[in-house]
């Protein structure tokens, strides 16, 4: 960085202190429950969606412990696809989703340097839409929970094959979480859109922020699919319409259709965040700028455009005509160049670099070991004659558990590890998080690898029991095992968390070394983040700090924020 | 600090074993390769063209695989944070590099496509049946199929019909000749399928003859296979697509039999449902007389 000389007024940035006055803070609970501040409500995001991902990750537990052999008798056939279906929706729409707008949610004004999101209130509104989705749908437990999957193929949803409610509670939960995901991305644009630093131009913001960006527009473009789509279920199931109804001239396909339309770009909705994470931790780790800024970006969009041309892919085996499947199977294949090229980009972030091996970056790193798996077996996939074989059998389901647990779970992890300190002012224990990172990777992959073997053997997705003559008990068997190593795993992180929000070494502002302007404030950051906020001149704000303070531009306490905010 | 030498060891020791236990895996993996890294094949043209496909772009998928993992790993190892160890190179891009592996990557992705479609006719459209297939004859002769496969013998057209928890098969012919569960087909013969659905989605899949089809209420799918002369035995599937409760009781067995077995199976099969029907008038008629029944 060159050194010049910055005036006053650029280094303290303009003076706009908007503290008027303070109110009395409210104690405890009520507190909570009525909080509009960003960061309290992406705690309650996470903190509500790990309760969520604990819930499903025991429901998968339980179907694993079915298959363990074969003539299971662990639960039943209903109880089994309950499960499948209850698994499948709690973490699509209960964990991964939300628990990347939490992310979101605490660091989007802190990293654009911005005291708050845009709508606070519309914010909380977005998080109790959510959790009430959440509860409307786990109450379905008490009397008959949907046993339909999660794809919830018409007419298997329709009330001649789904008379019971569980339906009925799973639209509840599409629309109730559809709404929340809806105020939350409108609020994200708004907020990125508009409340950014100064100086902080978009080709100087932060990759994360850029995937939170594409995430909310998508969010924007793919949700209302879904929204329409289930509202006709509900129609179709109470008020005598016959949309996906054959026997009253509507078409099963159209639900697949309107359903996909939203299910493939809800997959990257999943994924995109997790790599806007991976982009942040391994330059800081690796102690080197992120390589390919601007190409990272830019296939960031790509890939969101892509996602929405891509849907049909899933419906490889109806009757469609070859045209439409080669389209299909072209179009799919185009996503993988901007994603091969994130790939590539990242390694180049780590070579050369002084790669510095803490649980954060371990995370990241497993990431980008195990994400590039599934993109590979989803080429494979995107092949349609390939795929005849490979459709709706256990190889897809391990396709997408290296996608959404490989790429996504591991790369949230990485994210919790990254920003624990900055969220609770201490640090979790490396120790435990080195252990839990081991844990859960070969559980991973011990438990998910070998699918793709009992798929390629002929077991379908979705069964209860199998078949001694397909040969995949052992398969089964090690999967089995493997999930509940992975269980472990995740057991120690929560161990960690538990622990280390009371006992953990305190953190300081800046434990990382961080690039980005979270790190700026005090852990945790005071109600209204920052006093001042430095003006912003390139992507990694912290870093020119830093050399600013070394080269003694700038006086170090002006790094350690802000005195005003201590007394709160 | 005090014991990073030896941690650092054991770290070293761990990623030697793992790539030693790769490296045994990639060697080991042609002898079990036809097993646990490739489709189930064997019994039909298409799955075995299927078969050949997928290997083809397996092995394409392994040499990405191994340049990625291994560019990461070395990149991890090499490039660890060390006591006075060289700074970080602070690169922040290197255009010639990343158009280099963007266009490489389109060029592959270009590569498979066309591989794709040189496989895709053999796949998708039925052979003609072989010359020593099943003997022409007019009660099995395929005459609803689209493009009928030239030369050989007639090919055999059955209708699928799929409900919970059961395939039923109508063959052709104009005396009935249906059964459910078993499917029986004579070898050196194109089996063609019209696939339906009476209630909810199914898909019938036998993984040995070729990729699955889905069976939606309302829509005719199709499908074939030829089981070569020779590999006569049972071929085992089931219901691919959650159905309901029994999903995964949702079985399929198709039987191969040499086209004269096959034609006195059809006939002793015909003569059991003409006379079960025949039972049934009568059974009707014993108690109509007896006052049961107007």
Redesign the interface.
């Known amino acids: 960085m060159e050194a010049r000389s910055l005036t006053g007024r650029e280094l303290g940035g303009s003076p706009e202190i908007v503290l008027h006055g303070r109110r009395e803070r409210q104690g405890g609970w009520l507190e909570w429950l009525t909080t509009t501040d960003h960061k309290k409500i992406g705690i309650m995001y996470l903190f509500a969606t790990f309760v969520f991902f604990i819930i499903g990750g025991v429901e998968a537990l339980l179907m694993r412990l079915q298959l363990a052999q074969p003539n299971g008798t662990v639960v039943t056939p209903e109880t089994y696809n309950g499960l499948v279906t209850m698994h499948g929706t709690t973490m699509v729409f209960l964990f991964v989703v939300p628990v990347l707008a939490g992310f979101g949610n605490y660091m989007v004004p802190l990293m654009i340097g911005a005291r708050d999101m845009a709508f606070p209130r519309l914010n909380a509104l977005s998080f109790w839409l959510l959790l009430f989705g959440g509860m409307a749908f786990y109450t379905s437990i008490f009397f008959d929970p949907p046993r339909a999957g999660w794809t919830m193929y018409a007419p298997l949803s329709d009330d001649s094959f789904s008379p019971s409610g569980g339906v009925d509670a799973w639209i509840f939960l599409i629309h109730l979480t559809g709404i929340s995901s809806l105020l939350g991305a409108i609020n994200f644009v708004a907020t990125i859109h508009n409340m950014r630093a100064k100086g902080m131009s978009w080709g100087r913001m932060p990759l994360f922020l850029w995937t939170i960006l594409v995430y909310s527009y998508l969010l924007i473009l793919a949700l209302p699919s879904v929204a329409t789509a289930v509202t006709m279920l509900l129609t179709d199931r109470h008020f005598g319409t016959a949309f996906f109804d054959p026997t009253g001239g509507g078409d099963p396909l159209l639900w697949q259709h309107l359903f996909w339309f939203f299910g493939h770009p809800e997959v990257y909705i999943m994924v995109l965040p997790a790599f806007g994470i991976i982009s942040e931790v391994l330059p800081v780790f690796a102690r080197k700028p992120i390589f390919g800024y601007k190409a990272i970006a830019a296939s960031t969009v790509a890939i969101a455009f892509l996602s929405l041309l891509v849907w049909a892919h899933h419906m490889f085996a109806t009757p469609t005509s070859t045209v439409v499947l080669a389209f299909f199977m072209l179009s799919s294949f185009t996503i993988a160049v901007p994603t091969g090229i994130k790939i590539f980009n990242w390694i180049a972030t780590l070579w050369r670099g002084q790669i510095v091996f803490k649980t954060p970056l371990m995370f990241a790193a497993a990431f980008l070991a195990l994400f590039p798996i599934g993109g590979i077996t989803g080429v494979m996939m995107a092949i349609f004659p390939v795929d005849w074989q490979l459709h709706d059998t256990y190889f897809i389901v391990a396709h997408f558990h290296y996608v959404l647990f490989g790429g996504s779970v591991f790369g949230i992890f990485a994210g919790l590890y990254y920003w624990f300190p900055k969220m609770s002012g201490r640090m979790l224990s490396e120790s435990l998080g080195r252990a839990s990172f081991w844990t859960m990777f070969v559980g991973f992959n011990a438990t998910f690898l070998v699918q793709h073997s009992a798929g390629l053997s002929g077991m379908p997705r979705r069964v209860y029991d199998y078949s001694n003559d397909l040969h995949v008990s052992t398969y089964n068997l090690i999967s089995t095992i493997g999930s509940f190593i992975l269980g472990v795993g995740v057991l120690l992180t929560v161990i960690n968390i538990l622990h280390s929000i009371k006992h953990g070494k305190r953190a300081g502002n800046d434990p990382w070394k961080g690039n980005t302007l979270e790190w700026f404030t005090q852990s945790p950051p005071p109600v209204n983040n920052f006093d001042v906020i430095p003006r912003i001149r390139s992507v990694e704000p912290m870093k020119d700090i830093r050399h600013e303070v070394s080269a003694g531009v700038r006086a170090a306490e002006t790094v350690a924020q802000p005195a005003a905010a201590r007394s709160l | 600090m005090r014991c990073a030498l030896p941690r650092r060891r054991t770290r070293l020791v761990l990623l030697a074993a793992l790539a030693a236990a790769a490296i045994a895996l990639l060697v080991a993996a042609p002898g079990a390769l036809a097993?646990?890294?490739?489709?189930?094949s064997g019994g039909s043209p298409n799955?075995d063209?299927?078969d050949t496909?997928?290997k083809i772009?397996?092995y394409v998928?392994i040499v990405?695989?191994l340049i990625?993992?291994g560019?990461?790993?070395w990149?991890?190892v090499r490039?660890?944070?060390?006591r006075g160890?060289?700074?970080?190179?602070?690169?922040?891009?290197?255009t010639p590099?990343?158009l280099g592996?963007?266009i490489g990557?389109?060029l592959i992705?270009v590569v498979?496509?066309v591989i794709?479609?040189v496989?895709?006719d053999d796949?998708?459209n039925p052979p003609p049946s072989d010359p020593d297939g099943l003997a022409s004859q007019a009660e099995f002769a395929s005459i609803d199929q689209p493009a009928p496969p030239p030369g050989g013998g007639p090919s055999l057209n059955i209708q699928v019909n799929g409900r919970q928890y059961l395939w039923r098969y109508d063959y052709p012919g104009d005396q009935q000749l249906f059964s459910y569960y078993e499917m029986v087909v004579p070898t050196g013969t194109t089996v063609t399928l019209e696939v339906r659905a009476a209630?909810?989605?199914h898909?019938w899949?036998i993984?040995k003859l070729?990729?699955?089809?889905?069976a939606?209420?309302?829509?005719?799918?199709?499908t074939w296979f030829k089981i070569p002369r020779g590999k006569e035995g049972t071929y085992?599937?089931?219901?691919?697509?959650?159905?309901?409760?029994?999903?995964?009781?949702m079985?399929a067995k198709v039987r191969a039999v040499t086209p004269e077995q096959f034609t006195s199976w059809a006939m002793q099969k015909r003569e059991d449902i003409r006379r079960a029907g025949q039972e049934l008038g009568d059974q009707r008629k014993q108690r109509a007389k007896e006052g049961e029944l107007e």
């Open positions: 097993d646990a890294f490739t489709p189930e799955a063209d299927i496909l997928y772009t397996l998928a990405i695989f990625v993992e560019t990461l790993i990149s991890l490039h660890r944070a060390r160890g060289p700074e970080a190179a602070q690169i922040r891009g290197n590099l990343e592996w963007t990557a389109a992705l498979l496509t794709t479609f496989y895709l796949i998708k209630d909810v989605i898909s899949w993984p070729g990729g699955k089809v889905d939606v209420p309302g829509h005719v799918n199709k085992i599937g089931q219901c691919a697509e959650l159905c309901g409760i029994n999903h995964a009781d079985r």
